[in-house]
């Protein structure tokens, strides 16, 4: 981290409550900068690029939230507490541990944040202070309040969590646990003020994601609205939408919507439902663990005919990179057939057949 930042970095063992931890104490000789004398900075002090171009992609975050709450560009930003040199470090600091842990995923509980408010160069904010809210809004990080008053969650926590983050649970994964530290704070509360890190193997080659369900029954809306309203929960954050065909009471036709979703989003997909339907209320059934795999999009080029065609191909693997499925996007696919008129099931067929044969080559 000094070499990083003009900072002095003390580290020594503290006690918590009786818990061992860890205390580093970084103190700062200079003040504000820009962001773009920031971004300077930190790609001139000689650091890995891995860590360089993660500590920048943090900053980049701050800079974003910042600029949103003062109402300019992020290019015209002058950082004052976030912007000073131990801030710098505390970002350096986290990108080069998180690399030379060399995690695939990392999982973290909900953030309690504090309450109250806090002293800044501003003046007194709320907690969460503008800009940490802003970063928590954008990246759906799960929080709560308390347990204390004060500010448990600093704009710069919050973009650090943002940037590594890859799933906010509500509860952390089934895990064997191989070490566990704790990081001390500097303040004493009634609990213990303390980071714990623990670092593990997930238990399951596919990933464990946290999600709830929403139900309704509905037997007067149209097929019309149904399908709007399918279109419009995607559009908001669903992860999938179902239309269940049913018989309710008194023998009356009608539907079940079924609504997967992430713990944060299912408020305002809630909200969404009932103002679409009419509903009277909806159903959430408490947090399930459903088992994924990891996916991503990689065009294939196919010869149909004499012509060459780029399509789009999802790929689903376990974490350890194993090819368990191959699909073309359905889109994609219609619309090579349609441009061909060839049947949209023969496009997909090439385009997977292409898919599987390059990954396995």
């Known amino acids: 981290m000094e070499a990083a930042a003009d900072v002095e970095v003390q580290i020594c063992e503290v006690q918590k409550l009786g818990i061992r931890a860890t205390r580093v104490n970084v103190i700062a000789h200079d003040g504000s900068r820009s962001y773009l004398e920031l971004i300077d900075a930190i790609q001139s002090c000689g650091i890995g690029s891995p860590i360089l171009a993660d500590a920048s992609a943090i900053f980049g975050i701050l800079a974003e939230a910042e600029a949103a709450v003062h109402g300019v560009h992020k290019d015209e930003l002058v950082f004052h507490q976030v912007g000073a040199q131990d801030a710098v470090a505390d970002v350096i600091g986290a990108c080069t541990a998180i690399s030379q842990l060399q995690v695939n995923s990392v999982f973290t509980a909900p953030i309690c944040v504090g ?40 704009p ?10 890859r799933i906010s649970d509500v509860f952390l994964p089934e895990m064997t646990l191989e070490r566990v530290g704790y990081g001390a704070g500097s303040r004493d509360y009634l609990h213990a003020n303390v980071l714990r890190a623990t ?7 596919l990933l464990l994601d946290d999600i709830q369900v929403l139900e309704t029954n509905v037997d007067d809306v149209t097929g019309e609205v149904l399908g709007s309203l399918i279109e419009g ?8 939408v179902a239309i269940i065909p049913t018989t309710g009471k008194k023998s009356r036709t009608g539907h079940i919507i079924q609504v997967i979703a992430r713990p944060a989003e299912t408020h305002r997909l809630a909200k969404k439902i009932i103002e679409e339907t009419g509903s009277l209320g909806v159903r959430i059934t408490p947090t399930h663990h459903r088992i994924k795999t990891l996916r991503r999009f990689e ?16 790929v689903a693997t376990d974490q ?15 619309a090579l057939a349609k441009k061909l008129n060839i049947p949209v099931k023969r496009v997909m067929r090439i385009a997977e057949q292409e898919a599987w044969d390059r990954l396995n080559g």
């Open 299 to 314: 065009p294939v080029t196919v010869r149909i005919g004499n012509e060459s065609h780029t399509i789009s191909v999802k």
């Open 199 to 205: 670092l593990g193997q997930v238990n399951e080659d």
């Open 115 to 154: 309450g109250g408010s806090v002293e800044t160069d501003h003046g007194r904010l709320p907690v969460p202070a503008p800009a940490t809210a802003a970063i928590l809004s954008k990246y759906h990080l799960i929080t709560r309040g308390g347990p204390v008053e004060g500010e448990l969650l600093t």
């Open 156 to 165: 710069t926590g919050a973009a650090i969590l943002a940037f590594f983050t």
């Open 233 to 240: 929960l995607l559009e908001i954050g669903a992860l999938d």
């Open 320 to 334: 350890h990179g194993t090819v368990l499925n191959v699909a073309a996007e359905f889109d994609d696919a219609t």
